[in-house]
């Protein structure tokens, strides 16, 4: 049996990526492919009570980031790496990438502890492709704050999410066999008419 794609959704909050996810997933099921829509953090009942509380209670960045990798590691457990292994394409809104762009950018958090915590956790397993959902902070904002209530990420001012954009944008340059940088500043149904021609093919 031929291992499933596996396809992670980056990029600051308010991004477009739910919205977007939905086009991809429906573009997969179209073409008779097996998807799992998944999320991190969460994505088990485990990592869902670990997501309540790094959303919501103030912590130590070291704390934070541990968090993010036990959520993680039962993810990859129980949800990711069955599915690749039966032939599933997983979508994860989220996954290490937002480690390094929110914990080591937006924080300043060392890289070489995230490092050492994503070679444990799943070195052998990257994503095969990843979407980056680029746009200015500003946008963003202004987008959420007609959507919802912010939680404790999203009440970081808009320096913190520069930092964080300027981290994905940098991986994406230095991985980009891996990355698709899409402007996320564009009309929702030019984007999603874009998505929708690339996942109707992409193997
Ligand atoms: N986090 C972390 O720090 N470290 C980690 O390792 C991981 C995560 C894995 C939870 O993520 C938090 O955890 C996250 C980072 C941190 N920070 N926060 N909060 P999340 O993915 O669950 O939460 P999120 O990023 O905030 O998701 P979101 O707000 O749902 O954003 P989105 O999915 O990218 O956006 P959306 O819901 O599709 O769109 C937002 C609004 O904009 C909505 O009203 C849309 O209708 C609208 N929209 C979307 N596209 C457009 C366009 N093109 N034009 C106009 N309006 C649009």
Redesign the pocket.
């Known amino acids: 049996m031929e291992r499933g794609r596996f396809i992670t959704f980056e ?10 996810i939905d086009v991809i997933e429906k573009a997969l099921r179209d073409r008779g492919i097996e998807v799992i829509r998944t ?4 994505g088990t009942p485990l990592s869902e009570t670990i ?1 309540r509380e ?2 919501s209670v103030d912590m130590d960045p070291a704390t ?1 980031t541990l968090l ?1 990798f036990a959520s ?1 590691a039962e993810h990859l457990a129980q949800v990711i790496r069955p599915a690749l292994a039966r032939g599933a394409w997983v979508l994860s ?4 990438d ?2 390094y ?3 080591v950018g ?1 924080r300043g958090f060392p890289a070489e502890k995230v490092e050492s915590l994503e070679a444990w956790t799943h070195g052998d397993l990257q994503p095969d492709c990843t979407v980056l ?1 680029d746009l200015p902070p500003e946008v963003a904002a202004e ?2 704050a ?2 919802r209530q912010a ?4 009440q970081e001012d808009c320096e913190f999410f520069t930092r964080v954009r300027n981290a994905y944008l940098t991986r994406a340059h230095q991985q980009p066999h891996r990355f698709m940088i899409v402007d ?5 149904e030019v ?1 999603s008419a874009h998505l929708r021609e690339v996942f109707s093919q992409w193997q």
Do not use: H, M, N
Not at 12 to 20: F, L, N, V, Y
Not at 151 to 154: A, Q, S, T, V, Y
Not at 184 to 188: G, H, I, L, P, V
């Open positions: 990029g600051i909050d308010g991004a477009g990526k739910s919205t977007q999320r991190e953090p969460g997501r790094l959303l934070e993010f993680r809104d989220r996954f290490t937002a480690t762009a929110y914990q937006g959902f987008r959420l007609r959507a939680d404790r990420f999203e996320s500043t564009q009309d929702k984007v």
